[in-house]
């Protein structure tokens, strides 16, 4: 089992190969800028937190190779993923870490950065962990009995470095012996609740159970979710919440059934600049990830499709903000990430 989805070996980037999950544990190897760009466009890496830290790498793949070419590796790596906040913002600490740099000092700088920022994430996941841990220790006391949460997509350790956003408060209950169960959302139209979270869950050994998108109101209304915590590829300065397509459907329909809906994410994933999710780009991905499955074309010659990757959930339904600094309000929001911009 591996400890981290990316890591260092030698002058090489090595990344566990998310497309290849669950069916093939293996990893690939990142030599060149060209390399780390196909990989995040591709999603061998994705999830906010790993596509930030992965970006840095790829900057340093890029600095390694050529110290001049620190806007035009910048460029081609900010043009890979668009929704993700978390993409910009690792590639402006890296340009500004070396800009003032001697040319042959910058390859190193920019690496050191990038291992620095593998291991802030680390922490700001605990700490999310944390913030949210609480909320399920209530629910158990209150109720003597397993907490049930809900997830979308995956926000998991495959999504940062460890631990994760949303399942790092599932993660330290299952470490502290606190009963819980994971409704997983299967989330298309790539399928990575299915094929990533269920993956890590079960080598972690929580309990867990896939479940169609669209039979998450039901579970909802029929009171078998406690919670529904979901991770975000960007929160907008009022608090709206960018998360993988699907992410608005069940927040609504946990407002109607009185269950309370939490986004989880960094303060990287804070995105002061961008007034609401108005403003937020929503990526548009190959629609043959919805006309095909596992290589077989499942719609009718001809049909045409569209592919979302992302939808925005109002503040108005999220009920916390699950932070490295704590469980926030969407009012609370501004002040603590200006406090401390960069994570802990």
Sequence with gaps: MFERPIWWDGDDVVVIDQTRLPHQATTVRWRTLEDAATGIADMQVRGAPLIGVAAAHGMALALAADPDAVAASADRLVATRPTAVNLRWALDRVRAEVADLPVDARGAAAR?????????????????????????????????????????????????????????????????????????????????????????????????????????????????????????????????????????????????????????????????????????????????????????????????????GFDVTPARLVDSYLTDRGALTADELPAAMQATPEPA
């Excluded at 920022?117 to 209150?142: K, N, P, W």
């Excluded at 809900?150 to 502290?176: D, F, I, K, R, S």
């Excluded at 890590?200 to 209304?221: C, F, I, K, Q, S």
Aim: contains cysteine; hydrophobic residues 40%; negative net charge.
């Design 112 to 308: 050191r950065l990038a291992e620095q920022m593998a291991d802030d994430d680390v922490r700001a996941c605990r700490s999310i962990g944390e913030a949210g841990l609480d909320l399920i220790e209530a629910h158990h006391q209150r109720t003597g009995r397993p907490v049930q949460v809900m997830t979308h997509c995956n926000a998991g350790w495959l999504a940062c470095v460890e631990w994760g956003t949303a399942t790092a408060p599932v993660y330290l209950a299952h470490q502290a012996g606190i009963p819980v169960h994971v409704w997983v959302s299967e989330t298309r139209p790539r399928n990575q609740g299915a094929s990533l979270t269920a993956w890590e869950l079960g080598h972690r050994g929580v309990p867990h159970t896939v479940v169609v998108d669209n039979a998450a109101g039901h579970l909802l209304r029929t009171g078998a979710v406690d919670l529904v915590v979901v991770g975000a590829d960007r929160v907008a300065a009022n608090g709206d919440v960018a998360n993988k397509v699907g992410t608005y459907l069940k927040a609504l329909a946990a407002r109607d059934c009185g269950i309370g809906f939490h986004g989880a994410a960094p303060t990287s994933t804070y995105d002061a600049a961008c007034p609401d999710g108005d403003a937020i780009p929503i990526e548009e991905r190959d629609p043959d990830e919805v006309l095909t499955f596992g290589g077989t074309r499942v719609a009718p010659e001809g049909s045409p499709a569209r592919n979302w």
